[in-house]
């Protein structure tokens, strides 16, 4: 039943249909318009189609004007016919716009939805209940939803639809799906590789390759484009950790077996040189300077001269750097960076930029979701409290003390910054000050 809609026009002469009453052809340049009518019409208000026209009682007829008019009413899309009779006499001419509706859909149905969520499969079909069908709408769906699948491993998913007539010039939308078995990865290649080790890159990938004992490895054996697209993001990371900063991909090549059961991936490298770490310093651009000890804080990083550079301890060192600084007041410390690449000596000179901005207080602790339990209860076990100098550390603590009692099934300490510190009571007008907003979830 795909072919139930039956989209045409039909147009005669000058583009109306005469009727019996019209003895001899006229000319149209001089026939006046008497009568626009319409039929055939049980949903769309008439006024919906008239609106479309510029062909109108006491106009002068033309068959351009009359031939645009269908072209408007038809764009609407709520019509499968349209024809105009007309009827003459020797003062003009009267129309009538017979049509046949679309029918509306009345319900929407998905047959074979098994792996996939049918929320997630409804909301890639352009149909709507209780609208005109639309056939391009309908196509547009069938791609969706087969895209939908591909991304989820079903690359042999099977997507049709069929439409069920019903009363009223109705009809049901049934979308037919076959999901079939999804696509196995059987190799993952990486050609160009020299220094870095093919597992170490599967290791830290999602996607990996099938074999006897996949079914026990973390790694799914099932291609999935949007997994495949992060794990080339992973891959990345790998080379970053083992000095190859100019490392580039080439574009992957998959090649799916013939029966669409299994795929294989390449993914061209180029490492690039190994880069080592070179100098490595920490600058503070605050005038008041470090607060806490440059030397200390260098013997804190991971990264060290000579070693092979780690973009993992870039990470991490920023990481460490800010959590000292907030620790001791600082909530808003920023940690950027600068790095200087001597390619003729293959190395890197790091440079750490601390701002530590503002001290800032506690000004307001409040709670939020704790209906059985009292404020006071949850106060006692906060490690901070107002005016209280900012600490990250004492933040995470009362975290877990609220969470030991046992009455949650979550606790949060979430710092909201106060937008200026003039407001009664404050103490420290060169400093920040946060609210504190302590969520919880009950046990059931």
């Known amino acids: 039943m795909r072919h139930l809609i039956k989209i045409c026009f039909v147009l005669y002469g000058l583009a109306v249909v005469p009727t019996a009453a019209q003895s001899q052809p006229v000319n149209s340049s001089s026939i006046m318009v008497l009568s626009v009518e319409t039929e055939g019409l049980y949903r769309i208000p008439p006024n919906t189609v008239l609106s479309k026209l510029s062909t109108r009682k006491g106009t002068a007829f033309s068959p351009f004007t009359l031939s645009e008019d269908i072209k408007r009413v038809f764009a609407t899309g709520y019509f499968s016919d349209i024809r105009v009779l007309s009827t003459s006499s020797s003062d003009g001419i009267n129309l009538k716009f017979v049509l046949e509706e679309l029918p509306r859909v009345h319900a929407i149905t998905l047959t074979g939805v098994d792996e996939l969520e049918e929320e997630d499969v409804r909301e890639a079909v352009e149909a709507k209940v209780a609208k005109f069908i639309n056939l391009d709408a309908l196509d547009r769906s069938l791609i969706a939803i087969r895209e939908l699948y591909k991304d989820k491993g079903y690359y042999r998913a099977e997507v049709d639809y069929s439409l069920k007539e019903s009363d009223n010039n109705t009809v049901e939308v049934v979308f037919e799906i076959t999901e079939n078995a999804k696509v196995r990865v059987t190799s993952i290649e990486f050609p160009g590789l020299d220094k870095v080790n093919k597992q170490d890159i599967l290791d830290f990938m999602q996607t990996g390759e099938a074999g006897y004992l996949s079914f026990l490895s973390p790694h799914t054996d099932t291609f999935k484009e949007d997994v495949f697209d992060l794990d080339l993001r992973r891959a990345q990371w790998v080379f970053l950790k083992q000095g190859h900063l100019d490392v580039k991909f080439g574009d992957p090549v998959t090649e799916l077996s013939a029966d669409l059961q299994e795929i294989s991936l390449t993914i061209p490298v180029t490492e690039g040189p190994q880069f080592k770490v070179g100098k490595v310093d920490i600058v503070c651009l605050d005038e008041d300077g470090f607060v806490l000890k440059q030397a200390d804080l260098k013997k804190l990083t991971g990264l060290k001269q000579g070693d092979i550079f780690n973009m993992e301890h870039v990470q991490t060192d920023s990481q460490m750097l800010s959590s000292k600084y907030q620790d001791i007041g600082y909530a808003h410390a920023n940690i950027g960076t600068r790095n200087s690449m001597n390619r003729k000596e293959l ?18 602790i409040e709670f939020e979701g704790n209906r059985s339990t009292r404020d006071k209860v949850l106060r006692r076990q906060m490690k901070i409290s107002e005016g209280d100098l900012y600490s990250a550390s ?12 046992g009455y949650f099934k979550e606790a949060k300490v979430l710092p909201k910054t106060v937008p200026s510190p003039d407001f009664p009571g404050a103490k420290h007008s060169d400093a920040d000050y946060v609210d504190l907003l302590v969520r919880v979830e009950e046990q059931d």
């Open 347 to 364: 190395t890197v000179d790091f440079t750490y930029v601390i701002q530590k901005g503002n001290l800032t207080y506690i000004r307001n």
């Open 394 to 405: 004492k933040l995470k603590r009362s975290e877990a003390m609220i969470f030991r009692l």
